[in-house]
């Protein structure tokens, strides 16, 4: 119901805004100094560098300089640049000089002091990364784990223990060094606890896991003291995790363990092993060993043990095979779920809820037909989770609040799995939401509300008088703190204000589908006068997402000069017009009159310009706003499209047929022609209406960090668009044009969008009721007329569409994955404006390196795997003084295909020049996420290249490049790639015809297209 605010106007921690060649030379002069005050400044300031300018240009030289002062300064510095390099790890693979960087760092490795080498050992520990098979490395820690001095001898652990997980050959050389110092007598007991951790890493060929398991396993009898028992059960988990063929093995080990020794550590120990195994792979568990778990937790009385072993049970079972062995009611499982669901430790009748939980949703998903035992268990369960809920509750205090909130995402799960029972739960919680407890405990039964009013609102309308009761207290008792300047007061009424956006959501998803009363608008505006202005922003927000604009035009009316900043006055202005413009089209519901509905479309297209209008004063250089402003443009032109469609129709009798309507039709051989004005004016409707469908495919293909809801919700647009395309033109075209499309497979896919969420799930319904009404006009006449009763078929069609309320999507307002990508291209010209200078007969190589830079949350939604970069040559002409740009056939278009590697990418072109003149450069990136799914989300840069021609060599060159492109691939241009999750549109795109040309060999192949 809630989600974090995302915040794009970053301070960069108070450093002034300067280039990527200002900030380091001044980091450079800070490292020079002579007081070390401020090289340690300097020093500490460099992952933040490399975080802004993440290119290896830069990269490569500060770590050189680095390793510089590393070489020649004082072990506390030594200290912040091992720190600086650990904190940078992602970054180290740019570093271009990798050997004059090791030759600097390692020259540290001959002093005499000891701390000085161990810090050297942690710091090419930290860079194992890009120095895996560094033999002087090897060396240096093999020489330096025989050490008399302590300190070094721990930092070649760790670099050792580094070193291993990298390197393959390291690992097969260190491990008999390993077991030795491990089984000597020599060792001190807390350094073989060191050493053990580094044997999970020899998992680099199947000899030597072998090896270093029977060392293990034969290290456990003899050091059967509780931390080696520990550590070595722990690494030889991590070893299995990584090999997977030893899982049965170490499941094996661990459950003996659990079972024969008494003491509790190594016991919880074994459990948590066990977890981590169920992730990795728990069809690889022996048979039996649940039932072993389960043993395990009946037979003893410490919480701990019962509660790992029910975590590790919660884990198995998300796994459809373990929930389809154990659904038997009589299963071990169960019958230790059912009778450890009504314990007094709420923690561990809140797991035993979770087991259960999971079994039944997987019975709901694979039984479409449940038998009796099923249903009874499935509400049994219900019954029980409403008792630990009222148990919960009643306790009247915050100490289980991690609990309530598991136990209401089980019933929002039993909720989704079924909605029948989506009525056992909003009575319970409404019921207690109005009862005398904490504030903290409503957030939760809101948000569970809320969760269960998307799957089924209308369970929420019988709650409708206790939320407006609610809220009334609310409001009142807020009217009353007004006066108190008490400090418990003040710190409740972010709670009290939160409580408040969440009633007043439920009581939107309440009436989604039905009027409203003026009692329950007096509620509300009561609330939004007692509130403050953020709380009512949040409010018509809400109000917005679920199709209230007649509400949200009412709290809007007023807040545009509450705010102080011109960016939020134009912002709140661009939200205050949409509601009028959508509270407009309200008016049009049960009205028959054309001119009503033209006038009201026509206020609402008023209105939506001086939105556009406003999104352009309200963006930023931080916050561009340019996914809402062309969200915002397209429902103008959508309201336009449906606008000039009832001027169409009205056509039909203010311009009849004239009388050489026939004539004109025989003549262009179009038997629709005969209707005279009203078929161009259909057919100009329908192409209007497909350019707008496309427009809101290009949009989604923008929308890369829109959550699935923005996403179904840019659909189900562009389908209105395609849906009344196909429609005019199942009536103004002739039944054997080509142009008409196939309406079985349009209708098809229009029904494949299965609407779960609220917010889409009434413009989802708007498109059914159109489908079925261009149907029934379909199945009514054989011959193609063009009469009155299309004419009114087509304005119900509009009617509908434009009465459905329109529900801004999240995205709109919130963003909550941001991912961006930040390129540099090479060469670029010395002055900005300037060109690029290319010599006649050479050629121009363009090196593009890029970032994938991520906000919060990254990969929430989806994940970039690869990255397309395309390169286009436009050359120029000048005719008459005037720039222009000659056609497509002399573009040049190349592009490749990389994956980044640490959100870093970097690729190269070779461009050749026809002739000589003016060429624009253009560079793009598009991303490919882990479906295969095409997304541009990145800024054009372009540049100019001046190529200087010769006298005479025009034509030769004009020969060569004809002779270099005999050879063709046809290939698809990534711009008519697929758009991802998208439903095809009605017409379908010519694809265009490329030519490949492979510029080198070492590189993916390069498609080039003239």
Known sequence: MSAVRSNSFESGLGEPEQDANSALTDLDKSLRSGKIGEQ????????????????????????????DVFRTGT?????????????????LDKILNVDEFVRRVYSVMHSNDPVARALTLRTLGACAGIIPERQQVHHSIHRSLDSNDAVEVEAAIKAAEQFAAKSKTFAISMCNKISDMIQGQVTPAYMKLQLIPILQHMHHDTSTAI?????CTDLLPKYPSKEFVIVTLKSLTQLSAATLVDIPEQVSLLLYYLRSDPRWPVKAQSLTNLKQLAREGSHLWPSGSIEDIVDVALSTETVLVQSLSLSVILVLVQSPITCHLYRDTNSPVRKLCEKWVFSQNIAIATQAVQILTKIACY????????NIND???AKQLIGQIETLIQIIISKKDNEDLHQLKLVLHCAVALCSASPDNCIHFTDLLGFNLTTDCSNETRILLCEALGAIGSIQPDKLLNLLPDFCLKLSELSS????????????????DDTINKIKVMLCTLVFQAISEYEWDIKTIDILMNVVASSNQWVNYRIARAATRYGHNNIADMVFSNMPLQVSSEYLYFWLMCLKEISKGEARLLNIKGSTNRSQLANNLVEAIKHYSKATTALKAASSPTQTLQFQYEYTKLRTEFLDCLLQLIYACNSLCTAPPPAIAGSTAQTSRDDMQRFGHITQQLRASAKEFHSCGEFYAKLYQTAFDADPNTLENIQILQQMCTIMAVS???????????????????????NSINSQSLETRLMSTACEKVIKISKELAAETEMKTIAHKHADSLINQVTILANTSLCIPRYFYQVLQSTTVKLSITPQPRVLGESVSVPHGSQLAVKVEGVVQHGGKPGLFRSVKEVIVTVTSVPQTRINHDLQVPNDNNCLTLTQTVTPHRDFFTTQFLLAFAQGGQYVLSIDA?????????????????????????????????????????????????????????????????????????????????????
């Not at 008792?477 to 409740?492: G, M, P, R, V």
């Open 728 to 750: 005019i033109e199942r009536i103004c075209h002739p039944s054997n044009s080509t142009s008409v499309t196939d309406d079985a497979a349009l209708f098809a896919n229009c």
């Open 477 to 492: 008792q807020n009217n009353n703190s007004n006066n108190s300047t008490t400090a418990t007061i003040k710190a409740d």
């Open 75 to 91: 072990n506390f510095l030594r200290i912040w640049i091992l720190r600086v390099f650990e904190q940078s790890e992602k970054h």
């Open 40 to 67: 340690s400044e300097a020093i500490v300031r460099f992952p933040r560098l490399f975080e802004k300018y993440p290119f290896p240009i830069l990269i490569n030289s500060s770590f050189l300089k680095l390793a």
């Open 211 to 215: 090896l270093v398991r029977k060392l």
């Open 363 to 370: 019975c709901y998903k694979e039984d479409n037909n449940m």
């Open 375 to 377: 249903t009874n268990h």
């Open 926 to 1010: 598009c991303l490919v996420d882990s479906s295969g799914c095409v997304w541009r989300v990145s800024q054009k840069t372009t540049f100019a290249v001046k190529v200087y021609e010769e006298p005479g060599a025009k034509q030769n060159q004009v020969q060569q490049t004809s002779s270099a492109s005999t050879s063709s691939t046809t290939t698809i241009n990534p711009t008519q790639l697929p758009i991802p999750n998208q439903i095809p549109l009605a017409t379908s795109s010519t694809q265009l015809i490329t030519n490949t040309l492979n510029v080198n060999p070492a590189q993916s192949n390069i498609n080039v297209r003239r």
